[in-house]
């Protein structure tokens, strides 16, 4: 069975660098067998990927890119 590492790699993904948290907050917690990660936002490169309400300002194409984006960030928290 492929690692983590190995899985993001078949997939042509890397994981960013943790961006610090804006306010108090963890990125990521551990509780036994559960990870509880928050504040991730769909930023990428130090940049927001969209900002607005889905089907309004920001189109559903660009709502999965910020809702994947978001999920690398959360797996990137975790790791660290």
Same mark, same amino acid.
């Given at each position: 069975?492929?690692?983590?590492?190995? !899985?993001?790699? =078949?997939?042509?993904?890397?994981?960013?660098?943790?961006?610090?948290?804006?306010?108090?907050?963890?990125?990521a917690?551990?509780?036994?067998?559960?990870?509880?990660?928050?504040?991730?936002?769909?930023? !990428?490169?130090?940049?927001?990927? $969209?900002?607005? !309400?889905?089907?309004? =300002?920001?189109? =559903? =194409?660009?709502?999965? $890119?910020? $809702?994947?984006?978001?999920?690398?960030?959360?797996?990137?928290?975790? !790791?660290?």
């Open positions: 069975m492929a690692t983590p590492e190995e !899985k993001l790699a =078949e997939l042509g993904l890397t994981l960013p660098e943790v961006v610090p948290p804006l306010a108090a907050y963890q990125p917690v551990r509780n036994g067998d559960l990870v509880f990660t928050a504040g991730q936002l769909p930023a !990428k490169d130090g940049q927001m990927l $969209a900002t607005g !309400k889905l089907g309004a =300002e920001v189109s =559903e =194409e660009d709502g999965y $890119a910020c $809702a994947r984006q978001c999920a690398i960030n959360a797996l990137a928290a975790i !790791k660290a």
